[in-house]
């Protein structure tokens, strides 16, 4: 089983939408959640992180993290065509880092 | 302040070669990480740093895999020799402080391609 599992999409959705990317995870002591964005041929970007469980709101965004279902969410209101890219979910336990797989996300005009 | 600089940002060369990759992490920055991303895949460590010593290189193949950090800053990772497997994104990533960290600056990644 992998450490963290997540649905690679792609996913597709009009502008405006509200969009839902999720992650699963097995191991309980992971501390830090993490959502990264990746545009095409870039290194991932850090969005927002996540300590313990809760939610934690930056403008659009909103990452939510549910340690007894050992869910994370990141929701994006009002997703606009600069959105469109590859959203990655990581966990970190001390300095060491889990990544999914990542989430490709198509905003249409 | 600049972020983290990886170099060449493309580079394809023929099986049997051997290849180098370099990253400047932010300065400052102790923690110094390599991934290597396939296509439709997340990061995967190959060896993290902590300043000048590889404290986790479980997942580096060592056969033809090498890395080094002098001085703890600059690091450069080594390919010798290159198999068609190896094309993929190598990404250099670094974090301010060793412990728990939630911070990671990745750089733009280099593209390799073995043909």
């Known amino acids: 089983q992998k450490e963290v599992e997540q649905d690679p999409g792609p996913l597709s959705v009009p502008e405006g939408a509200i969009v839902s990317l999720n992650c699963t995870y097995s191991n309980s002591a992971f501390q830090y959640f993490m959502w990264y964005r990746q545009y095409s041929r870039k290194g991932p970007e850090l969005l927002m992180y996540?300590?313990?469980?809760g939610n934690k709101e930056d403008g659009r965004f909103t990452a939510q993290v549910d340690k007894s279902s050992k869910y994370i969410s990141l929701f994006i209101r009002d997703s606009q065509p600069s959105d469109s890219a590859t959203y990655l979910c990581?966990?970190?336990?001390?300095?060491?880092?889990?990544f999914g797989t990542g989430t490709s996300l198509t905003v249409i005009p | 302040e600049a972020g983290v600089v990886q170099s060449p940002r493309y580079k394809i060369i023929e099986k049997k070669q051997p290849v180098a990759f370099w990253c400047n992490p932010i300065?400052?920055?102790?923690?110094l990480y390599w991934y290597r991303q396939n296509l439709g895949q997340g990061p995967e460590l190959l060896i993290r740093y902590e300043n000048e010593e590889a404290v986790d290189d479980s997942q580096l193949p060592k056969d033809r895999f090498s890395a080094e950090r002098l001085k703890g800053v600059d690091s450069t990772l080594k390919i010798q020799p290159a198999e068609l497997g190896d094309s993929a994104v190598y990404l250099c990533?670094?974090?301010?402080?060793?412990?728990?960290?939630?911070?990671?600056?990745f750089g733009p990644g280099t593209r390799l391609t073995v043909t």
């Open positions: 990581a966990m970190s336990l001390g300095n060491q880092f889990y």
């Open positions: 990533a670094s974090s301010p402080s060793t412990g728990d960290l939630y911070e990671q600056y």
């Open positions: 300065s400052g920055h102790n923690t």
């Open positions: 996540t300590y313990s469980s």
